[in-house]
């Protein structure tokens, strides 16, 4: 990455910054598109994906840089480029992982939305989780692992979105959903997923469109809602959504700590 503007880095600043929801005022910052062409910066270095404005700092906004596995907090005023934690003492939050917050929570309208996308509903437990997964992804195979026998105290509400470089996955998803197969356990949905996409050939089944119209449904509202998720995802009943194959104990603490 190849900066033309002074670089200002490791500062910590401390800072009075107005509520973040919303970020009123983004009009001001320059767009992604425009900071990224301002850094030089390539696909390869990241993608920066959100822009929003730092209330109090005049001309000063935070920028969202995407990688592969994380997400990482810039600030810029345009000429200077500022790396490191902003703190709003006023609420004790540090100003850049709150704005992240806001962007992995779901309202209550669109989390209801993305409830009624799911093929199965596996447990009954009181407490509630959005699993959206790919057949064939081996993390997805990892996550339902851990996740497995926790039936009693969950109710998965299953989403099937495989990649569209996983062609197998398509094809396992778009059986389970035509021949409507019902599972009453993770593992068996998991063992089941596994057994599909092993078989060679990409499954079509004629006169079904039951796969494609999830599918679409899947990828507009991901879309309308610019939600750009990593495969397993976890969309928790307040709203909250984290990415990977979580270790069993990681996922219940984040299950006991989003659920309302």
């Known amino acids: 990455m190849k900066l033309r503007v002074k ?29 990224m062409e301002r850094m030089n910066m390539t696909p390869a270095e990241g993608r ?9 700092l005049e ?4 920028y ?5 596995n994380s997400h990482q907090i810039f600030y810029s005023n345009g000429d200077y480029f500022i790396f ?16 992240l917050k806001s962007l992995q929570t779901l309202r209550p309208e669109q989390l209801a939305e993305l409830k009624k996308l799911s093929s199965w509903t596996i447990g009954h437990g009181a407490k509630e989780v959005i699993l ?8 997805c195979h990892q996550l339902e692992e851990s996740i497995q026998g926790l039936e009693d105290e969950i109710s998965f509400y299953v989403i099937l979105y495989p990649l569209s470089q996983h062609p197998a996955g398509q094809g396992a998803a778009r059986r389970m959903i035509c021949e409507q197969r019902t599972f009453s356990t993770i593992a068996e949905y998991a063992e089941t997923a596994q057994q599909l996409t092993a078989e060679s050939t990409i499954i079509n ?23 750009q998720l990593g495969f397993p995802a976890l969309v928790f009943s307040n709203g909250y959504h984290v990415s990977g194959a979580l270790p069993r104990e990681v996922f219940l603490k984040a299950v006991n700590g989003n659920s309302k």
């Open 64 to 68: 969202v840089v995407k990688n592969t």
């Open 205 to 227: 089944e004629a006169g079904c469109p039951a796969y494609s119209e999830n599918r679409q449904a899947v990828s507009r509202f991901l879309r309308e809602n610019n939600l």
């Open 132 to 139: 959206l997964t790919d057949p064939e992804c081996p993390y």
């Open 59 to 62: 001309k000063m906004c935070g």
């Open 48 to 56: 920066i994906i959100a822009s929003f404005p730092v209330h109090g």
């Open 84 to 99: 490191g934690r902003l703190i709003d003492f006023t609420r004790g939050v540090e100003v850049g992982e709150a704005y």
């Open 7 to 35: 670089i200002c880095s490791a500062v910590l600043f401390f800072a009075v910054v107005a509520g973040i929801p919303g970020f009123a005022g983004a009009e001001r910052c320059l767009s992604p598109a425009e900071m």
